[in-house]
């Protein structure tokens, strides 16, 4: 069975910068795009950033571009969101996610979260 950990989050001032991980076990990860989704109280979940098996052509929603870089570590299994710049509207409950390849558009199924293994997420909140 393949699990998802994140952690790395935490509380941070505006303007700081915070890294997260996901740790994945029960299978490689090298198998898996990967993704990073976040959610605020009351809203629906949001793509935030996503990284293929090959890291070709990454994915970043509007808010995240210039300021978060989503990575993989293949050999440590895990995958990184490093967030910088952070904004108060950046607090959320961030969450990683892995598909399978198939076919298709590529970031289709993670636009709408239609995902194959989601972690439990981890709190990031940042002060203003």
């Known amino acids: 069975q393949v699990s998802l950990v994140e952690s790395g989050g935490g509380s941070v001032q505006a303007g700081g910068s915070l890294s997260v991980s996901c740790v994945v076990s029960?299978?490689?990860?090298?198998?898996?795009?990967m993704g990073w989704f976040r959610q605020v109280a009351g809203k629906e979940r949001e793509l935030i950033a996503a990284?293929?098996?090959?890291?070709?052509?990454?994915y970043y929603h509007d808010s995240a571009k210039g300021r978060f870089t989503i990575s993989r570590d293949n050999a440590k299994n895990t995958v990184f969101l490093q967030m910088s710049s952070l904004k108060h509207e950046d607090t959320a409950v961030y969450y990683c996610?892995?598909?399978?390849?198939?076919?298709?558009?590529?970031?289709?199924?993670?636009?709408?979260?239609?995902?194959?293994?989601w972690g439990k997420g981890t709190q990031v909140t940042v002060s203003s």
């Open positions: 996610a892995a598909d399978l390849p198939r076919q298709g558009p590529l970031w289709a199924r993670f636009i709408h979260g239609n995902m194959d293994y």
């Open positions: 990284i293929s098996t090959g890291r070709e052509f990454p």
């Open positions: 029960g299978d490689a990860l090298s198998t898996y795009h």
